[in-house]
């Protein structure tokens, strides 16, 4: 395939977003944590809560950093790499980036200020309700960010006219039907990576046997909030893949490998698909098991890539293994999870070498998960980039190639350097400094006050 | 109706570009002049004075960008490609500054490095704002005989560039005079009274320069009909600088940069003289550009709803770090 614009265009989009998409993600799940920890203090009045809370507010509020700087860098994208998606769609999608601004920009920028340098400016309760206002913003970020990305795929309530395409029913964008799972699977998935992190870097701590109070705390935590948020997020999977199949059957064809429409179609454990040859070498499948999953039914009908011509059906490879990659690694996050809690009832977490290794390398599985999760839809979607209606090689800028290779390469190198780099160092140097003003004296056989009494430590 | 609408979300767009271009403006200032201070405590203090504000500030560009592409989709998408490199530049620099801002905080070593980022990055931020502001004032081209480059990059707009970041620096330097004292409140004073000569010297260049470079321009600020309402803009900007001066020999705290902020506005408002009903110069005018009707209605009650609040708690959360700046820590 040659390079053009379109696709280098793509290739730009792909990797700022690729790394966009780690900050807010890390954030969400982060902040709700701090909220969640912060709640604990006031509660309790025990410093240790506290402690918790300053220490990953620190992490938030790197993290946080990153996500808005290359965020700016993706709305101006839109307009400068993506003209004519923006003069068609602007009308649709526009108002919902205004939202965003509006709602969940202001409210995260106005009260972040206070959250990490106002302990010392404002009483417990206003920084309180601070914390609480980011959560609220980060999560109304994610929501209207969702409600745009879910009208690509699934376009309602608008009408064409021209070239351009107008709104007919607001409700129906906003509240659009295929919007609440994927909004939650997002907010799970935030969730579970940033709980992920949490568990690694405690889990690092009881290895190197420092901060033990605070790593014990946020690591039992975590470990029981992910055993309960891991299963959840699996159901949301499921409800949203058998939403794509009705909305996309041909992404669900790619995610699974499906050439030719069949009823009860096999579930391709693995299989190297050959997008020329219109089929899949070393196929290794279980029967009726796609459909099972797709469809919820024995015999459901699955449609087949075959049913359109080349041009018209995405590229299998990455739709296909990035999917299972997802799975694979949310199953891989689910059995950790048990392990955690049944290591917790036998009071063994704390002390098992192994799975505090374990652990510790885990923090990327999240992140691993949610990626390639957006590869799936993202990939899934074309040749479109408004399902259905809007051809991605339609909506290019009138740019030269120069200018996205001259753009292209200083993006690369910029973010490579800056959050390939940096971001990583500073964050070692903070986890390696860890937490003050926790007093380890405080450290009881019962650290964690609000466990049921099942999961106390036992004697 | 269609024409209030989108006459109402010209007004917004334009006031969230101001809002952007004081706050923003003050913050970017700060970022530049900072290199200049040579002791580290006093660089300390410039950074933790700007530190709980910059996001915030920033958060107006980000309005400005997602409302002129929700209102007018159509100047977006017309904008952008045009000024592709001057874009890249600026939001490369804000990139870089604001993980400075982050970096710096947890550096030793490299603190020095993420001070040099702050400065090349708002320095490049407002290099790349001044070359757009140029093109705006200036007006877009489309005809396939001007080069792309052009557009963006000509005297007029790199007399501008250089302009604003002096603007920005006056800015910065009396939002400094409040938020500190003694030794180094002195040397804002001074600077701030050295920038004002170049801003007065700014002003007479743009006033001269900007009628030679369209008629349009010259035959609306020269209509003998309106000429006289007109010229109470420069009157007021000059009265203000004197103001300025004034304010700075007495060592007045809050006017100097309320005068600035004045000055800011004023220029803002002969900008938007010189270029109504446009929104992309001499190509669009707003009301071609603007969405459908119900995409601007249904914003609108969003921007009645959320502005409201939003400016109260954007006011608020100055009003926490009010007062001389202490190092800040987290």
Same mark, same amino acid.
């Given at each position: 395939m040659l390079l053009d614009t379109a696709l280098l265009s793509r290739i730009q989009f792909g990797f700022t977003i690729s790394f966009h998409i780690l900050f807010p993600a890390f954030s969400i799940g982060l902040v709700l944590f701090i909220a969640i920890m912060e709640t604990f203090w006031l509660k309790t009045k025990n410093s240790l809560y506290l402690g918790i809370c300053k220490f990953w507010t620190k992490i938030f509020a790197l993290t946080f950093g990153m996500g808005v700087v290359s965020g700016v860098v993706m709305e101006f994208q839109l307009g400068t790499n993506w003209a004519g998606f923006t003069q068609a769609v602007g009308g649709v999608l526009g108002p919902l980036f205004t939202y965003e601004v509006m709602t969940a920009f202001f409210i995260e920028a106005g009260f972040l200020g206070v959250m990490l340098f106002g302990w010392e400016r404002v009483g417990p309760r206003l920084h309180y309700l601070a914390t609480l206002l980011v959560v609220i913003g980060t999560t109304l970020s994610a929501y209207w960010i969702m409600s745009a990305n879910t009208w690509m795929q699934h376009p309602v309530g608008y009408k064409q006219v021209g070239s351009v395409f107008k709104v007919a029913d607001w409700m129906q964008i906003v509240f659009n039907p295929a919007l609440f799972p994927r909004f939650i699977h997002m907010l799970l998935a935030s969730y579970i990576s940033a709980g992920l992190v949490i568990c690694s870097v405690s889990a690092y701590y009881l290895l190197q046997n420092r901060f033990i109070t605070f790593a014990k705390t946020c690591f039992s935590f975590t470990w029981l909030a992910l055993f309960v948020l891991i299963p959840v997020q699996i159901y949301f999977g499921d409800v949203t893949g058998v939403q794509v199949h009705i909305n996309q059957p041909l992404k669900t064809a790619a995610m699974e490998g499906i050439w030719d429409t069949q009823a009860g179609a096999p579930l391709v454990l693995f299989a190297i698909p050959d997008q020329k040859k219109q089929m899949n070498h070393w196929e290794l499948s279980i029967p009726h098991g796609a459909a099972l999953f797709n469809t919820h039914q024995w015999n459901g009908v699955l449609r087949g890539l075959k049913t359109v011509s080349i041009s018209d059906q995405p590229h299998v490879i990455p739709v296909f293994f990035g999917f299972r990659m997802m799975v694979g690694s949310g199953l891989l996050m689910l059995l950790l999870s048990i392990i955690a809690v049944y290591l917790r009832w036998r009071g063994r977490l704390y002390n098992t070498r192994w799975f505090l290794i374990s652990s510790v390398l885990s923090a990327p599985l999240g992140f691993i998960a949610l990626w390639c999760g957006w590869i799936t839809a993202e990939m899934g979607r074309q040749p479109w980039i408004v399902y259905g209606v809007l051809r991605t090689a339609n909506a290019v800028s009138p740019v030269s190639l120069r200018e996205v290779m001259i753009s292209f390469a200083l993006l690369f190198i910029v973010y490579g350097i800056i959050f390939g780099y940096f971001y990583f160092y500073f964050l070692h140097k903070t986890l390696h400094k860890g937490p003050s003003g926790i007093q380890e004296k405080e450290e009881s056989r019962q650290p964690f006050q609000y466990m049921p009494s099942s999961f106390k430590e036992h004697p | 109706m269609m024409n209030i609408l989108a006459f109402i979300w010209c007004g917004i767009i334009a006031f969230g570009v101001i809002m952007y271009v004081i706050l923003g403006g003050f913050d970017l200032g700060v970022g530049i002049m900072s290199i200049f201070f040579k002791d580290e405590k006093e660089r300390d203090l410039l950074m933790s004075a700007i530190l709980p504000m910059w996001d915030g500030n920033q958060t107006w560009l980000v309005f400005g960008g997602a409302t002129l592409y929700g209102a007018f989709p159509a100047a977006f998408s017309m904008i952008l490609p045009i000024m592709y490199i001057p874009i890249l530049i600026m939001v490369i620099a804000l990139l870089f500054r604001g993980v400075a801002f982050e970096f710096r905080l947890k550096a030793i070593k490299t603190k020095r490095l993420w001070e &040099? $980022? !702050?400065?090349?990055? /708002?320095?490049?931020?407002? &290099?790349? *704002?001044?070359?757009? &502001?140029?093109?705006?004032?200036?007006?877009? #081209?489309? /005809?396939?005989?001007?080069? +792309?480059?052009? *557009?963006?990059? #000509?005297?007029?707009?790199?007399? $501008?560039? !250089?302009? &604003?970041?002096?603007?920005?620096? @006056?800015?910065?330097? #009396?939002? @400094?005079?409040? =938020?500190? /004292?003694?030794?180094?409140?002195? +040397? #804002?004073? =001074?600077?701030? /009274? =050295?920038?004002?000569y170049i801003i007065l010297a700014a002003f007479i260049m743009v006033s001269i320069w900007s009628p030679f470079l369209d008629p349009a321009i010259r035959e609306r600020w020269f209509d003998p009909n309106h000429m006289l309402y007109l010229a109470i803009l420069p009157f007021v900007t000059l009265l203000l600088l004197c103001g300025h001066w004034v304010a700075l020999k007495k060592k007045q705290e809050y006017l100097p940069f309320w005068s600035v902020i004045g000055m800011f506005l004023m220029c803002y408002l002969g900008f938007i003289i010189s270029s109504y009903p446009y929104i992309v110069p001499r190509q669009l005018t707003y009301m071609e550009a603007a969405a459908d009707r119900s995409s601007l209605l249904f914003m609108l009650v969003g921007a009645c709803v959320m502005l409201p609040p939003l400016l109260y708690y954007t006011y608020y959360s100055y009003r926490i770090f009010r007062g001389k700046v202490t190092q800040i820590e987290y």
């Open positions: - | &040099l $980022c !702050i400065f090349l990055g /708002s320095v490049f931020a407002t &290099l790349a *704002q001044g070359l757009i &502001l140029g093109t705006f004032v200036r007006g877009f #081209n489309l /005809s396939p005989h001007v080069a +792309k480059i052009d *557009q963006w990059f #000509n005297p007029f707009g790199i007399a $501008c560039a !250089i302009a &604003l970041v002096f603007g920005y620096v @006056l800015l910065g330097a #009396n939002f @400094l005079i409040i =938020k500190t /004292s003694g030794e180094l409140q002195e +040397k #804002n004073y =001074k600077l701030a /009274s =050295k920038i004002q």
